[in-house]
């Protein structure tokens, strides 16, 4: 049958026909939705781990037990779960391993714009790179036989267009896959390093049978045209969602090499294409893997010389760069304009979110304030600007301890760390040990608002209930945070300015390591029950723009006075908090 499926929702699928059996995942925008589609499926366990190191050895234990196993993260979460990856390209598989990365070029959602396949290259782990949800299912399905022919994981490498844009995809049954008998095998599964050194050979013979296989295996495919408009024989080398718009740009005006598998790559499929033609152009996005490649084998290639290294690629881009080789024409792009100016809108907080009265109390604080990864960082942007740092999951708790042993300069003393509840779970749990064995007076406040957010409310092992929302093993916070050695741990209520300057200053002004819970459910939960909205007494309000200071997008000005967008107000009240003259209040009062 065939449908209409978003790239991850295939991937999904793809899980369900190669008959995996076992999930394990971390969510992270743009991978998230492959494993929210697949606890769809009864046939397959689901789960969110908490981190996707962990998540990869789970798929790896699964694997061993000999089922068909999957995990899945963006391309940041590779770098968490490199440890276990770069092992088990040595160990093997059992059942199949199939693990999904998602790239973000352009950073819709992201902190770099790192290229996975260097994890790839560097773990010796083939990666495959479909170029629309079609390609997507029929790789996974791939990709588990693979895994289980060559005794070795597969990557699967997705990009935000091919995981977030739909095209047509032909479903079957799923597979009727038996469990492999588990069977002790000290010298394969046991790295230590007297075995481990006797496994490298077989990765490397491995390579060269992928590298073989490369060579004539349908995923990579040559699409020979004639010479184009400009009399020269142009042909392209390309991957992925960039294959797309090759072939929409210039259509029957090139031959493309199209690389189904970007590790290991061919080599005489590249030479003998590169030999049929005259202009030999590699378009790949972010890195010139593809090119380096050819260039290696003595090519000469036209690649990042033209093209851009940073960002997406897109028709319209690869017509402005390339037209003039591929036609001998200047692309003039022909587009409809708005003549008026387009206001910007930038990203902000949500209407109550529970985030912006910590955030405003840090910012009247004038605290330096190292953050971390989730939304609650765009409490660095205006009016609050109430952030100082962002890295890597985790960081803002490990970083707050090297920087207030290191004295924090003029900060010292007012310097804390944020985190979201399920960044904390994911990575901060072992700096926030660090603080507590290596004594710094530090101050992490852990924003708890009982979800994970940024990737649209997915649970973690803080909500007590699992990736179906049924009950599930629930961590205290507090009680974690006390066996982990710190004496002062307080709760507040973001919503209470008053409670919230009190423990900041108070916690500051301590010289112990410390921990302040800053805990209120998310606003956009289905659940939460908000107050009714606020409005604003005009005949009261003096134009002061106090209530401006917090950035809620509910809140504006009109003709010099304060005012309210009941669709968006949730009456949380903090600006009535900020209010000097009290103009602020409840819609149900009577006029």
Known sequence: MKELMLGNKAFARGLYEAGCSFVSSYP??????????????????CEWAPNEKVAMEAAFGASLAGVRSYCGMKHVGLNVAADPLYTMSYTGVNGGIVICVADDAGMHSSQNEQDSRHHAIASKVPMLEPSDSGETLS???LAYDLSEE???PVIVKMCTRVAHSQSVVETSDRAQIARKPYEKNIPKNVMMPGNAIKRHPFVEERTAKLRDLAETASFNRVEMRDASASGKHVGIITCSTTYQYVREAFGNNVSVLKLGMVNPLPVNLIKDFAAKVDTLIVAEELDPIIENHCRALGLDVIGKDVLPICG?????????????????????????????QIPMRPPVMCAGCPHRGLFYTLSKNKCTVLGDIGCYTLGAVAPLAAMDMTLCMGASVSAIHGFNKAGGGENEGKTVAVIGDSTFMHSGMTGLANIAYNQSDSTVIILDNSITGMTGHQQNPTTGLNIKGDPAGKIDLEALCRSMGFERVRVVDPYDLKACDE????????????????RRPCALLKNVKHNP????????CVGCKSCMKIGCPAISMKDGKAHIDNTLCVGCGICEQLCPVGAFESCQKED
């Open 503 to 518: 423990a900041v200053k108070e916690e500051l002004a301590v010289k112990a390591p410390s921990v302040i819970i800053s």
């Open 150 to 152: 060559y005794d070795t």
């Open 533 to 540: 909205p606020l409005r604003v007494n005009r005949d009261k």
């Open 312 to 340: 997406e690629f897109s028709q319209n881009l690869l017509k402005k760069y390339l037209s003039p080789i591929v036609t001998g024409e200047e692309y003039s792009e022909d587009v409809t304009a708005v003549n008026d």
């Open 139 to 141: 790789f996974v399905k």
């Open 28 to 45: 992270g925008t743009p991978s998230t939705e492959v494993t929210e589609e697949a606890v769809k499926y009864d046939e397959i366990y």
